[in-house]
């Protein structure tokens, strides 16, 4: 098994980094009893490391001198204290070890061979990582495994504050009560609310979460990602998968992630650095939700056709983190409402779940297929937290974090089939969210582990990948998305209609009704036409429990760094002036919960649009939302984008 264990040169040499111009990774010794095999892809894996490594210091001491410098100094030495009880390698040499580096070598692109490559540290792929190396083990078998994570930490693009049924997590640890996870409140009520604009109506309770738990997710990808790292998983966070591999077949042999040091003109700046290919015998894709690799290969392998799926629909998320004052806190408490503030043909509702150490995480999910032009999810968001019902717990508390995040809302209806020439999708990639429970972090793990399985046989015995769709189909994610899947296309009805037909599907057929009803149109195609709606009069925030975005935003700790090509691509740079400003009314400065696109007037007083990548919460809702499906969500530079688990964490410890 692949075991690298740092020189004992190391520690001069982080010395040495912080006054250096170039930065060097120490090499690495695997043990002594290592097969030639781990010998060479010690070499080989050391040379690509350091590389990437004077790429990646420099690019994370960049993001202190950005917008949010401030908060990533308060925070900086907790990072460094994670760094020491960390995952991976990036840790031990650490973005905030104070270096700087420039490197003024241009390197080519290398290439590191892998058996399985994994794309993204959430639910699935840790999962997935883990389950290959838990079989290993069992088989006496050495598979390599990475995962590749553009966050610039394991859990830093997750959103914290979830209602977790533990049925994934037993199959794959069970021990991990023992093993200390980050689940530690059960759900001790669970409510139900149909909200008008000054009362609220208790409804029986759907979401069954007798024996789920309130935890941050956050916080148990973290500890996931220790267990991979453990069972000898190579995790490499701050680096974004770009692009997708194919041999001359056409098949799918790894990833490539993105050259860092290009300037926005596209030229290469002093400390450009490359892209290093992944290639992997498998690649498994779990980005989460519209990931934008996976979507290419969706459209390229027709997988929704393939799989007889239909189209997929969305929601976006929209949350924030509160420490509420001890005497309104209730450990394990949930709520859910639907209603106010949304019209009843826009489907959508809030959670309010109690954590731990007095927080609560509260956020607003709306449907992407609704029509108003002029609905600010953002503003419906802090128009709910005035309701009488919700108000009073907030006030006197304080936010620790805000973040959003398209989820799922396709379900059964909506998934492709999972498996391309050399790899499958896993996760909310393929759309396992079950939508009445709004829950996807079981369903997510669980397609991971089968998935791991289906790999696992397929290199090990030689048997087809394909066999992973078969072991789909009879697995309880399949049983649970086919029982729930009447339910979200019953609110094409609106909300009375949707009510009563899925208590009917739930409390009555109990998810064996002969038919499945069908989703309504895409959500690019359901915005209306301008003309045809009023503008919504929003509320002007009042500083106590609601706020403006830029206020928000700092609380999300995003940041990228500025000189860089824009991550977020116009197909056609023209649609938007002649389009979406004069038919739609701009839509997208609505939708977007980090007030990235702007339109500002120009010399001449034209309308020009504004887009500020560097605010980007990468939520992908501009991707899905976009009446034409004009922009194109890309990754930027590894690293960049929120800070959710960092802010989250340390403002607790702060405190
Ligand atoms: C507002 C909201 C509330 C929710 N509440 C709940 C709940 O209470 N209970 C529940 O069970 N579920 C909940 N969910 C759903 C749950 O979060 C998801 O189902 C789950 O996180 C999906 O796991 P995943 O691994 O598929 O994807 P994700 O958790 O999205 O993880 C994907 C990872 O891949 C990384 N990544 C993406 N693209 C790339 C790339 N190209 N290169 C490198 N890295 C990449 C991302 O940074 C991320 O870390 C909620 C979702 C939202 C948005
Ligand atoms: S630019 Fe797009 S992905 Fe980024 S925060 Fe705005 S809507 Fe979300």
């Known amino acids: 098994m692949l075991r690298f264990i740092s020189s004992p040169k190391s520690k001069s040499s982080k010395s040495a980094l912080c006054n250096s111009v170039a930065v060097h990774v120490p090499p690495f010794y695997p043990p002594s009893d290592a097969s030639p095999r781990t010998q060479s892809r010690a070499r080989n894996l050391h040379s690509c490391l350091d590389s990437l490594y004077s790429t990646r210091t420099s690019v994370l001491s960049r993001r202190r001198e950005g917008f949010f410098s401030a908060a990533f100094e308060r925070i900086r030495p907790r990072i460094a204290e994670f760094g020491r009880n960390g995952i991976g390698l990036w840790r031990c040499l650490g973005p905030a070890s104070g270096v700087k580096s420039f490197c003024t070598e241009t390197v080519s692109r290398e290439s590191l061979n892998y058996d399985v490559v994994i794309v993204g540290a959430g639910p699935a792929g840790l999962s997935a990582a883990i389950r290959l190396k838990q079989l290993c083990k069992e088989k006496d078998v050495d598979l390599s495994v990475c995962v590749v994570e553009k966050g610039a930490e394991v859990g830093a693009h997750i959103l914290s504050g979830n209602v977790f049924e533990p049925r994934a997590l037993n199959e794959l640890l069970p021990n991990w009560k023992q093993e200390e996870a980050p689940i530690h409140v059960p759900v001790s009520s669970d409510k139900f609310m149909l909200l008008s604009k000054s009362r609220a109506f208790s409804l029986p309770s759907p979401f069954n979460n007798k024996g789920n738990y309130v935890i941050s997710l956050s916080q148990l990808v973290r500890w996931l990602g220790l267990k991979a790292e453990e069972l000898g998983v190579e995790i490499y966070p701050g680096f974004a998968a770009h692009e997708i591999l194919y041999d001359t077949d056409g098949k799918v042999i790894g990833i490539a992630t993105n050259d860092m040091g290009v300037a926005k003109d596209g030229s290469k700046k002093d400390n450009f650095q490359p892209g290093v290919e992944l290639k992997g015998r498998v690649t498994l894709l779990g980005e989460g939700c519209r990931g934008s690799l996976s979507e290419t290969v969706i459209k390229k392998f027709n997988l929704r056709e393939k799989g007889e799926g239909q189209h997929q629909t969305y929601a976006l998320g929209i949350k924030e983190v509160w420490e509420v004052n001890t005497d309104k806190h209730q450990p394990g408490s949930v709520l859910h409402t639907l209603g106010w503030p949304l019209d009843p043909k826009t489907y959508g509702g809030s959670f309010l779940y109690h954590m731990k150490d007095r927080q609560v995480a509260i956020g607003f999910v709306v449907a992407l297929n609704y029509h108003n032009p002029f609905l600010n999810p953002y503003e419906e968001f802090q128009r709910f937290k005035n309701h009488p019902a919700i108000r009073p717990l907030l006030e006197g508390?304080?936010?620790?974090?805000?973040?959003?995040?398209?989820?799922?809302?396709?379900?059964?209806?909506?998934?492709?089939?999972?498996?391309?020439?050399?790899?499958?999708?896993?996760?909310?990639?393929?759309?396992?969210?079950?939508?009445?429970?709004?829950?996807?972090?079981?369903?997510?793990?669980?397609?991971?582990?089968?998935?791991?399985?289906?790999?696992?046989?397929?290199?090990?015995?030689?048997?087809?990948?394909?066999?992973?769709?078969?072991?789909?189909?009879?697995?309880?994610?399949?049983?649970?998305?086919?029982?729930?899947?009447?339910?979200?296309?019953?609110?094409?009805?609106?909300?009375?209609?949707?009510?009563?037909?899925?208590?009917?599907?739930?409390?009555?057929?109990?998810?064996?009704?002969?038919?499945?009803?069908?989703?309504?149109?895409?959500?690019?195609?359901?915005?209306?036409?301008?003309?045809?709606?009023?503008?919504?009069?929003?509320?002007?925030?009042?500083?106590?429990?609601?706020?403006?975005?830029?206020?928000?935003?700092?609380?999300?700790?995003?940041?990228?760094?500025?000189?860089?090509?824009?991550?977020?691509?116009?197909?056609?740079?023209?649609?938007?002036?002649?389009?979406?400003?004069?038919?739609?009314?701009?839509?997208?400065?609505?939708?977007?919960?980090?007030?990235?696109?702007?339109?500002?007037?120009?010399?001449n007083g034209h309308q020009k649009l504004q887009i500020n990548a560097q605010n980007c919460l990468h939520c992908k809702a501009c991707d899905i939302k976009d009446p034409k499906q004009n922009i194109k969500w890309t990754v930027p530079e590894g690293g960049g984008g929120p800070a959710y688990t960092l802010i989250f964490v340390l403002t607790r410890i702060h405190n």
């Not at 996807?440 to 397609?447: N, Y």
């Not at 048997?463 to 009447?486: F, G, M, T, V």
């Not at 036409?529 to 009042?542: N, S, V």
Request: proline residues 8%; negative net charge; glycine residues 8%.
């Open 397 to 603: 508390g304080t936010v620790l974090e805000y973040g959003a995040r398209t989820l799922n809302e396709g379900g059964y209806q909506s998934i492709p089939y999972p498996v391309f020439p050399g790899g499958a999708i896993i996760g909310c990639s393929a759309g396992f969210l079950n939508v009445p429970k709004i829950k996807g972090s079981h369903t997510a793990m669980k397609s991971g582990m089968l998935a791991a399985e289906s790999v696992f046989r397929t290199l090990h015995e030689g048997s087809p990948l394909e066999d992973l769709w078969d072991a789909l189909r009879k697995s309880w994610i399949w049983e649970e998305l086919y029982n729930a899947r009447n339910y979200r296309p019953a609110f094409e009805y609106g909300l009375y209609g949707g009510l009563v037909l899925s208590a009917l599907e739930h409390y009555i057929m109990r998810g064996k009704s002969p038919w499945t009803l069908k989703h309504g149109k895409p959500d690019h195609e359901a915005t209306d036409e301008a003309r045809f709606w009023q503008p919504i009069d929003y509320p002007k925030p009042d500083g106590v429990v609601s706020f403006d975005v830029p206020t928000s935003l700092y609380r999300s700790n995003t940041n990228h760094d500025h000189d860089q090509p824009s991550h977020l691509r116009l197909r056609d740079s023209e649609i938007p002036e002649q389009v979406n400003l004069p038919v739609y009314a701009a839509p997208e400065s609505r939708y977007c919960p980090a007030r990235v696109y702007e339109y500002i007037a120009d010399e």
